[in-house]
């Protein structure tokens, strides 16, 4: 039996090019590629998948709140995810909320297809920068992002990435007053008081990418 694959990539170029390289093994097969996490969950109820390939950084909605959906939908689905965060954190809660192996843009074409063997097989796997990432934090202890729930720390990345609250709320199907909630709750929890102190926050934890002048202005 091939192993069934989706990826769930909003960029039409990682889904055709992947395509082509799934297919191109015997033993695999991409049984449906996806850009949002409605239309992977739509995916997920019309066809049989043995591995969602998930990116985190979708246009519409939350890869890490479409982890748990699917994982909700089929509790066995084996989930890797295909991201350009190379940060402990992002691999920390997308293992939180069910994913199995984390491998970033950076790996070669062949790691993929291996990863999806080794994750169909339920083995973890990381891409190496991810692995440094996760032993530094193991050596280091627990940092602050830990004390966040994944739901928590999704909302941080959108916000410090630049969507409005508004935004925030429209894309995990929150009412405002929650986000606003959320939002008090993450800043308690990261003794941080103002909105430019959680973007520098987020920044040096590789979360988000700032500005030369905020680099600078973080720096002093």
Request: proline share 4%.
């Amino acid at each position: 039996m091939k192993i069934r694959v989706m990826l769930v990539d909003d960029h039409a170029v990682v889904r055709t090019g992947y395509r082509r390289l799934v297919d191109a093994e015997p033993d695999m097969q991409m049984v449906a590629a996806v850009a949002t996490a409605e239309e992977a969950c739509a995916a997920l109820r019309d066809t049989e998948v043995d591995v969602a390939v998930m990116d985190l950084s979708l246009r519409e909605g939350s890869g890490l709140e479409a982890i748990r959906r699917l994982l909700e939908r089929k509790p066995d689905l084996r989930v890797l995810v295909f991201s350009m965060h190379q940060s402990a954190g992002y691999a920390t809660q997308a293992m939180r909320n069910g994913a199995i192996g984390y491998i970033t843009k950076n790996s070669e074409p062949l790691e993929m297809i291996d990863a999806i063997r080794r994750t169909f097989q339920g083995q973890r796997v990381f891409s190496p920068e991810i692995a440094h990432a996760l032993a530094c934090q193991a050596v280091q202890g627990p940092g602050a992002l830990e004390c966040l729930t994944p739901r928590e720390f999704e909302i941080l990345r959108l916000v410090t990435g630049g969507v409005s609250s508004a935004g925030v709320g429209d894309q995990l199907h929150l009412s405002p007053k929650t986000v606003q909630n959320h939002l008090s709750n993450i800043r308690r929890k990261l003794d941080v008081n103002s909105e430019l102190e959680l973007l520098l926050f987020a920044a040096r934890r590789g979360l988000v990418d700032l500005p030369a002048e905020h680099g600078r202005e973080g720096s002093a």
